[in-house]
């Protein structure tokens, strides 16, 4: 059975994704989310935490056994052989249960979010990249008031991403959010209405 449409939906953080998705499902298009599914592969007892407990040790655990994520991401933080063994325990395994996910949802297409889709190189995970773009002082705003930090901060994780001139320029489609929720919503409903004739032309 031919797999159904998937738009990769990405952004710099920030950026409105979250929204973005949240409308998406509110018409009924089945989501599929990196970050969701990056913390379910890593439940305890799952293969994933004991692959990476194996590698890490057992100080990234909190004591009910369950994995301890500020304490992982400060051992990754410095350290790119660390950051990349992670990736290495972590990818396969999210795109797995994406894969699995995907075949049993349905949906006339189905919207894959992955927040560093871009950053991970061309792939043959999606059909088609939607890309959620916002200028950088309200990603620097939003950034510092959601987790309550100062601006300097913000901008330094900002500048980990990728270019904002990167992520458009791999985008099949753009959404703007620049403006009102309204009419965030009404981008969306236009990029829903174009995405079920690209489904239904692929029968």
């Given at each position: 059975?031919?797999?159904?449409?998937?738009?990769?939906?990405?952004?710099g953080i920030a950026s409105g994704k979250s929204?973005?998705?949240?409308?998406?499902a509110d018409l009924g298009v089945p989501v599929i989310d990196a970050d969701e599914v990056?913390?379910?592969v890593v439940q305890p007892g799952s293969a994933g935490l004991a692959r990476i407990e194996h590698r890490f040790g057992s100080g990234v655990l909190d004591g009910d056994g369950s994995l301890n994520r500020?304490?992982?991401r400060a051992l990754i933080f410095e350290d790119s052989a660390a950051r990349r063994d992670l990736e290495a325990i972590?990818?396969?395994?999210i795109r797995g249960e994406m894969d699995a996910l995907s075949e049993r949802t349905g949906g006339e297409y189905q919207i894959f979010a992955i927040p560093l889709l871009v950053e991970a190189g061309p792939s043959d995970r999606v059909d088609r990249v939607l890309v959620v773009d916002a200028d950088e002082e309200s990603q620097v705003r939003?950034?510092?008031?959601?987790d309550q930090i100062p601006e300097q901060q913000a901008r330094a994780i900002l500048a980990a991403q990728a270019a904002r001139a990167a992520r458009?320029?791999?985008?099949?489609?753009?959404?703007?959010?620049?403006?009102?929720?309204?009419?965030?919503?009404?981008s969306v409903a236009k990029l829903h209405a174009?995405?079920?004739?690209?489904?239904?032309?692929r029968h």
């Open positions: 059975m031919a797999r159904k449409l998937r738009i990769g939906l990405t952004g929204t973005v998705s949240k409308f998406f990056s913390r379910l500020r304490a992982l972590l990818h396969p395994l939003r950034v510092m008031a959601r458009l320029a791999a985008a099949d489609d753009v959404i703007s959010n620049s403006g009102s929720v309204a009419d965030l919503r009404q174009k995405y079920l004739r690209l489904a239904q032309s």
